[in-house]
């Protein structure tokens, strides 16, 4: 089967620069980096150069988007595992299979293991469930893993970290959490903003208001990129590359659920932005 049929394609026209990481992560990554630019150094001496990373944590916070960063900081194919396909297909075990054969046979491959909690599950967290498909493939997984060309790079992620059967996780060898963001909105905008398009902000919000939005953020990293990005297509369709800070959080507001009241230029009238994921009101 044609290696297209087995994975999806994916836009690794991505910066690393342009991800969001924690301090921790900066450097497990860095380290991975160091190793992967003298992996044949290493391979030489016997030692085995760190290929196997783990990404776990909160959904929406940079896993894929790193990963996909990685692909094009390394030049690397990146091989995206349709897991819920291969697994609707009955055919889970093949595919990971031909995968590995692909990436051995080529080399300087990435393969993207999205979910990996649905095949490499603790039966004991799932005792009812009929997982001998599921078993097969966690087993291939195993054997392919440990077989790997090490040239490639197996990335896998997961929401669920718990659900992950022990001796999978134990095969990696660097392990990253994602939370969800705790810096400063001002600084996770500017990130996404397209600065090099000539795009900028407008500060036209009071500081009271922002504080408001940052103290009760419950957002991800792709949230706050899919609003930004909103911002930019309105910027460009009213013919400006200036974008009102205001529009920002206010469409912030709507993806947190937040209600807030927002001043207007009219003296004695306030705008209302409400979704359901918050009850409470906030002035």
Not at 4 to 20: A, C, P, R, Y
Not at 97 to 116: H, M, Q, R, T
Request: net charge neutral; charged share 25%; glycine share 4%.
């Amino acid at each position: 089967m044609a290696i297209e049929n087995l994975t999806m394609k994916v836009d690794t026209n991505i910066s690393l620069d342009s991800v969001i990481l924690s301090e921790e992560n900066k450097r497990k990554i860095n380290d991975f980096l160091a190793e992967t630019n003298s992996r044949d150094k290493l391979i030489k001496y016997g030692l085995q150069p760190m290929n196997r990373l783990l990404f776990y944590g909160d959904s929406g916070c940079g896993k894929t988007y790193l990963s996909k960063a990685l692909s094009n900081f390394l030049g690397f194919e990146m091989l995206y595992i349709d897991i819920a396909n291969a697994i609707s297909a009955g055919s889970v075990a093949e595919n990971i299979s031909e995968v590995f054969k692909y990436a051995n046979e080529k080399g300087n491959c990435i393969i993207f293991l999205d979910e990996c909690d649905s095949i490499a599950w603790n039966r004991d967290t799932d005792k009812n469930s009929d997982g001998g498909t599921i078993r097969r493939a966690t087993n291939s997984l195993f054997q392919q893993m440990d077989q790997m060309n090490p040239h490639n790079i197996i990335i896998a992620a997961t929401n669920m970290l718990y659900r992950l059967d022990a001796a999978f996780e134990r095969r990696f060898n660097q392990k990253l959490e994602f939370r969800r963001p705790n810096e400063s909105l001002d600084k996770i905008i500017e990130k996404f903003l397209f600065t090099d398009k000539g795009f900028s902000i407008a500060h036209d919000l009071d500081a009271v208001t922002k504080g408001v939005v940052e103290k009760k953020m419950c957002t991800s990293y792709y949230e706050i990129q899919g609003v930004v990005e909103r911002a930019m297509k309105n910027a460009v369709m009213n013919d400006t590359l200036i974008i009102s800070e205001t529009y920002i959080y206010k469409k912030l507001v709507e993806v947190m659920g937040i209600k807030v009241l927002f001043k207007t230029d009219k003296p004695n009238e306030q705008e209302t932005f409400t979704s359901p994921r918050f009850r409470g009101t906030t002035t």
